[in-house]
């Protein structure tokens, strides 16, 4: 069986065009229309439904791309098993990791990574949460560091490595009565129901920190007064340090102690998951095990609250 007659079918569904399919492929669309023909005239049955806009997967289609993706994941999870058996010390692995936080983490991880395997390649790719997630659905993605809720979980795989608890932060001037300051505590406790009339700037609807940052909201009783809406962490930062909004934020931007803000621990202790992602029902080769005890270690590290940066 030609796996790359394979690859190419799955990616005409993925892009929905077979015009965008043959640039991703980096092959003339006259080939890739030529291969799919010789394959629908093997099967005796059309894979797509041609439209002028997009081109969608005929019944038999969606059973082709189904088990065609299933062919390709043994394939790769044979490969893999080989040459860990072999002990080669050598591929490839592509590592997905969200903006802003993501980099901090593979600057962290990668010099170890390449110490222990020199040979390998990594390729990592950042991309948001969702994305993530669909690129190992689509077997695009080895592995995907995502931060996440229970509820926000795919049917794939996913390995919790820490629960990251979310701070309130406050302009540094913001007014905080002397009792809630009488503490040793690096980041006093404070009720969020106490900044119910305060202006906030959130994370926009569709990521995944909103749903966390919604219900912390609910359980305080009270629905913010949203200013803004963004899609980075480093604009809400600048907002708070701006006197313009109060936040919530992970803790991963609180340790980096930015200037102008102030960052208080909620009485209720809020988390969210930081977790490891992989399709269903693959082989993990022993360097992706690996990557993921190293990124396990960044996270023990600092990113327990007082702990080092």
Request: hydrophobic share 35%; with cysteine; proline share 5%.
């Amino acid at each position: 069986m030609d796996t790359k007659q394979i690859e190419y079918i799955i990616k005409i569904a993925d892009e929905g065009s077979i015009t965008r399919a043959a640039e991703k492929l980096f092959i003339t669309q006259s080939a890739l229309s030529q291969q799919l023909q010789k394959l629908e005239k093997e099967l005796g049955a059309p894979l797509f439904v041609r439209n002028k806009s997009d081109w969608t997967l005929t019944p038999a289609g969606k059973v082709y791309v189904e088990n065609a993706r299933e062919m390709l994941r043994i394939k790769q999870k044979t490969y893999t098993m080989i040459a860990d058996m072999a002990d080669t010390h050598r591929g490839f692995l592509s590592v997905g990791m969200t903006p802003g936080r993501g980099s901090d983490m593979f600057t962290y991880v990668y010099p170890k990574f390449h110490d222990m395997y020199p040979d390998f390649t990594v390729e990592p790719r950042e991309l948001s949460v969702r994305n993530q997630q669909e690129a190992i659905r689509k077997g695009e993605l080895d592995i995907g560091f995502v931060t996440i809720t229970d509820q926000q979980k795919t049917n794939d795989e996913y390995i919790d490595l820490f629960d990251e608890e979310i701070f309130l932060a406050l302009p540094e001037q913001y007014p905080i009565s002397e009792e809630y300051l009488q503490t040793d505590a690096l980041y006093p406790e404070l009720h969020l129901s106490m900044f119910r009339y305060e202006p906030f700037v959130m994370m926009y609807k569709e990521s995944t920190i909103r749903k966390t940052v919604d219900q912390i909201f609910h359980d305080a009783g009270f629905s913010p007064t949203v200013l803004f809406e963004t899609s980075n962490n480093t604009t809400i930062l600048s907002m708070v340090s701006a006197k313009l909004a109060c936040a919530l934020v992970p803790y991963h931007y609180v340790k980096r102690h930015p200037r102008g803000i102030r960052f208080y621990r909620l009485t209720t202790h809020p988390t969210w998951k930081v977790c490891v992602c992989y399709q269903k029902n693959t082989y993990l080769s022993k360097a992706a095990k690996d990557f993921i005890q190293m990124v396990d270690d960044y996270w023990e590290h600092g990113n327990r609250v007082g702990g080092g940066d």
